[in-house]
Structures are given as C-alpha cells and as structure tokens.
C-alpha cells in the first residue's frame, strides 16, 4: 500500500478549469506546466498495473506444446530469476549466441521452454482494440519487478560492445525522405514536438530519465506499450520502412540507450499521455 | 560534383583509420556494419520501402559528423550541391495563397507507411517552428518565424530564399535539420509557395 | 471473460478510501472503424460496492468513462481485514465481481 503512485485524486477537476484560464491567455508556458500537472495526476491509478497482474499471471500459466510455464526462463540472472533482470539487459546469452534486449528473450523462452513456433511467439506483440498482447504482459510483468532498482548493464562482453557501437552509428544515421534520424529531434536539449518535451538521448540525463520510464501505458491509445513498440514507432515517424519486431537493428538501439542510461533509478511501467 | 563528395569520404574515413585503436574496429567498418545490420532489420511496409534506407551523399555526410565540426569544403559541397538541385518556379512568381499555406503548416501526415501516398503531405511547420501567433501548440527545433517577412521586408529576394530554402534546406545551411520538402517530393510546387505566402504576405496572421 | 480489477482499499480514523482499476475497452459507439463502420457501443453501465453485504455505493456508467477506468470513492466506516466488494456490468451482459481485504 505505500505505492507513491495512489495519491490524491481530485486534481483533475482542478486542473481542466486552469488549462481553459492558462488558454484564454494566450500563456504559453503555463500551458507547458499545465500538462506537466495533468501528468502528474496521471500518476494516480496507473492502468498499467492490469497488464503487470495479467503478465504475473500469465508467467505461472503452463502453455505451448510442451505445457510448461515461463519460471524456468532464464533473463540473465539465472532460470526464474526475474526480480532486477530488466536493469541488466540487452546482454549477451551464450546459449543463444546472441545479444538480446527482454522481448526477444522472452521470445527465445517461448520457443525453447514452451516449444511456440517463432512464428506464433512473435505474434501479436503489439496489442490494439479489442486484441490484447501477451509480449505487452509480459513485459509489464517482468520490468514491473525491477521497479526501483538502478539500471546496470554491463556491456563489456565484446558482442555487447559492438551492439553498442552499432546502436550509436544508427542513432545518427540520417536517411528517409525527411533526411531524418533519431538525433534530428533527441540530440538538443530543451526542444519541442508542437508542445511534446523531447529528451536529449544523447546526454546521460536524457537517457535516464527516458529509458527509466518505458514501457508505459499510454492514455490517448488505452494501452502499455515496450520499448519495441516506441523504437518502431519512431522509425514510423522518421519515414522509415517499418523495424521488425526483436531485429537486431532495435536490439542495438535499445542498447544504446539502456546503456547510457545506466545509475538511473528504474521507475516502470509508467503513465504517459 | 558527386565524385568530390565521394572524395571527402574517403578522406574522412582514411583520418578515423589513423586514430583508431589497433584492435577496435574503424569507424568506417562500423558504418557499413550498421548499414549493414539496418537493412536487414527492416521490413518494407505500404509506400515504405527499403530503398529509403539508402542514403544520399548530404545524409552519409551529414550522418557521419553529427556532434562533430563540419570542416568549412564540407559544408560548402554539400551546400552547392543542394543549392544547384533548386527547381526554381517556371512562371517566377513565389506568392502562393496564405490561408492553405497556413492549412498546410498545420497538417503533419505523408510519407509514413501509415499515411494514404494518394493524399497530400502537409509541411508540419507547426512541429518545429512559431508562424501564426494564434497557434500556441507550435515546437522549438526551428527558429520562431513569427513576423517573418515584416521583420525583413516583403522584397522579391526575401521570397525567394525562402521558397529556396523550403525547396532545399541543405542549400542555405549544410546539415539543417529541416527536410528537404521540394527536393525529395513532400510538397508540390503549389504547395510550397502557399507556405512562403504565409511567411511573405503582409496580410498572413504571421505578419500581424 | 473479463480481467480482474485491482483493487485497493485503505482505512484512516472512521474513512476507507478505495481505489479501483477496471480492464475494459469502453467503446461510445461513436467512433468508426479504418472501413468507415460503427464501431458498436460496449462499456459498463452499473457499478455497485458492498461493505460486509452493504451497498455503500451504485454508479450508472456511459459512453464518457474512459478506456480501463479508475474509480476512487470514500466511505464512513470499515475496519482492517474486512472486505469490499465491486461489481461492474456491462451493456452486453457481462460482469465482473472482485474483492479486497481492507488495509
């Protein structure tokens, strides 16, 4: 019960009256801070608990051909280990030779443990109406027991290094109709989308406190989205073809950004707008 | 003109060589690796294809000395370059219509594999810069480019850059962040001079 | 079937407060599909609370609650260790009922 997430509710009233006043007057900066509060009161009563709880106890489930449940899984800390697994990852599994980031760990689990065609684990790992993900459980699960811990990875295998050095080159990798790449709009501090913050990915603080806070369930689309589902739907937005789904392109990017995020207090799943 | 750029390149790769640990790899090895990796790690979707993930020499320039100083025959390369690919109005005239400028500004769809290629791309001006003072949901990449033209006067040159730098934006200064919206087919000819109308006409809420 | 709601429920001096997340998609039956159909209405239309087998609150829902609702109320009385009961149905017929032990 000491979840700082249940706090008071009845902000929101208060809030909506002074966004219409911070309108009326034309105040641009009020507007900023007044988003900054309706986030704040986002905080209380997180959605994203319904997708930690049906992940936790999907886990348990005995499922695929082989009816067994995914306890045995092994995310870097040893089969079952789940607590803090999350802070440590994308790394390195020498079973599979290859570096992963959670959800392609988690895919190699389906196959391996419960015996899930690849094709049926990588199904639906984007969740919509109506269709619900269990990748996005999953992850909502397993980053949900890392929730405070600091993030640490690692990257000293040299399989992590190169993955590093490849995820660095593809975040300034300029390309698409738009000459777009992920530094155009994330390597400045303090700039805006219309009235979206955008983090400086390229700085430490800007990674901490982006990569701490994904995946998060996000308001205008009722749903938790991983940190997949953010790369590929900034690519989307780049005017890129479309990243597949635990490429390892999304695995270097993603550990790019865990790695620079390193010392940061994990603090997901969190509530976006 | 392409083959100086190319020769730049090399150059450049040929510097990171000298600097480079022994046993790391280059940093032009890492380049094609991650080249490389990215296009096996795509999928072609709707209009999307994979041919988007070819750069240009502008983007493999600009790529590579991101963070870094661009030396000066860099930047003016790729400046000229940009510069002399301008396709300049048949009919001379710049001024388009500010109110679908304005429309267009504000529309920020086309390109993206989830966009309908048959509808028109917007200019997304409001993502990134200031314009009309009425819109306060507007981004800072951008400068503000509130009172545009009657800070610098509703001249016949003015016009032109600007329909020039709306063209191609890697003209007027290598390595800008802005697309390249004439240049690589975002906008039409008509659209883009509804846009300078929005920055150029004096009856525009942007030079109010 | 529906997922399960959380709930938690807290007791300070004579007052529980209870707060409880609900899964369900809420659809208004105003918005269209990518065909340009209706997507027909579905969201919850009654929620009741019980205390120890009374109701200590009723709710009729419509189309403006958002998707996965979260309801936050208060009531006079409870002790530690009893129960709260939320029930939710919706406009198809289907319903939920959890329960949580006041902390």
Redesign the interface.
């Known amino acids: ?1 000491s979840n700082p997430r ?1 706090r008071a ?1 009845a902000r929101i009233a208060v809030l909506s009256s002074s966004l219409a006043v911070a ?1 009326v007057a ?1 105040a ?1 900066t009020s ?1 900023v801070d007044e988003i900054a509060k309706y986030r704040a009161a986002l905080q ?4 994203a ?2 997708w930690e ?2 992940g936790a106890e999907l886990w348990k489930q005995p499922r695929g051909p082989n009816k067994v449940s995914l306890e045995k899984c092994d995310l870097g800390l040893g089969p079952g280990v789940v607590k803090g697994a999350y802070t440590q990852l994308p790394r390195y599994f020498a079973d599979a030779d290859r570096v992963m980031d959670l959800e392609t760990r988690l895919v190699w689990c389906m196959v391996k443990l419960q015996g899930f065609s690849e094709a049926d684990a990588v199904k639906n790992h984007f969740g919509g ?2 269709r619900k993900s269990d990748n996005e459980a999953f992850v909502a699960f397993v980053t949900s027991e890392s929730r405070g811990i600091p993030m640490n990875v690692a990257a000293t295998h040299p399989k992590e290094q ?1 993955m590093y ?2 995820g660095e ?2 975040f ?10 992920c ?3 994330h ?2 501090d ?7 913050d ?1 983090p400086n990915l ?1 700085t430490k603080e800007g990674a901490q406190k982006a990569y701490s806070t994904w995946p998060a ?1 996000r ?1 205008s689309q ?1 749903e938790l989205r991983t940190f997949q589902w953010r790369l590929n739907d900034c ?3 780049q ?6 789904f635990t ?4 695995i ?1 990017l993603t550990m790019f950004l865990a790695k620079n995020s390193n010392g940061a207090a994990y603090d997901a799943p969190a509530i976006k707008r | 003109m392409n083959k100086e750029i190319i020769a730049w390149t090399v150059v450049g790769g040929a510097a990171a060589l000298l600097i480079g640990c022994a046993t790391a790899p280059s940093d032009a090895e890492t380049t094609a690796k991650a080249t490389q990796m990215m296009k096996a790690s795509f999928n072609e979707r709707g209009q999307a294809k994979l041919d988007r993930l070819d750069q240009d020499e502008t983007q493999k320039l600009c790529s590579e000395y991101t963070g870094k100083d661009l030396p000066k025959e860099v930047a003016e390369r790729i400046e000229k370059v940009n510069l002399e690919s301008i396709k300049w109005p048949a009919d001379g005239k710049y001024l388009g219509d500010w109110k679908s400028g304005e429309k267009i500004a504000q529309q920020g769809q086309g390109m993206q594999y989830s966009d309908d290629p048959k509808k028109p791309s917007g200019a997304n001006c409001y993502a990134c810069h200031q314009l009309a003072p009425q819109e306060l949901s507007f981004g800072t990449i951008g400068p503000s480019l509130y009172q545009y033209g009657k800070a610098r006067g509703y001249t016949e040159e003015t016009r032109k850059y600007v329909y020039g730098r709306i063209w191609n934006s890697e003209g007027y200064g290598a390595c800008s962040n802005m697309p390249r919206f004439g240049h690589n087919h975002i906008l039409t000819e008509a659209q883009i001079k509804d846009v300078v109308a929005l920055l150029m006409d004096p009856d525009s809420p942007v030079n109010k | 079937m529906a997922d399960p709601m959380r709930i938690r429920a807290n007791v300070v001096g004579d007052t529980t407060e209870v707060k409880v997340l609900m899964s369900h998609e809420m659809e208004t039956g105003q918005r269209k599909d990518s065909a340009g159909k209706v997507i027909p209405a579905w969201h919850i239309q009654n929620v009741t609370a019980t205390y120890n087998g009374k109701t200590v609150l009723t709710a009729q829902w419509g189309p403006a609650v958002s998707k996965n609702p979260f309801l936050s109320f208060k009531f006079k009385g409870g002790a530690k260790g009893d129960k709260v009961q939320i029930s939710w149905v919706d406009n198809r017929g289907e319903k939920r009922t959890d329960e949580a032990t006041i902390a």
């Open positions: 019960m249940w509710f309108i034309l641009q507007a209380d009563g997180n959605p608990e319904l709880a049906r109406p109506g190169e050095r490849l080159k593809m300034f990798f300029r390309g698409g109709p738009y000459d777009f790449a530094a155009s709009c390597g400045v303090n700039q805006r989308i219309r009235l979206q955008l390229t369930y308001v009722g690519f989307r937005q005017r890129f073809p479309e990243l597949k490429s390892d392109a999304s270097a």
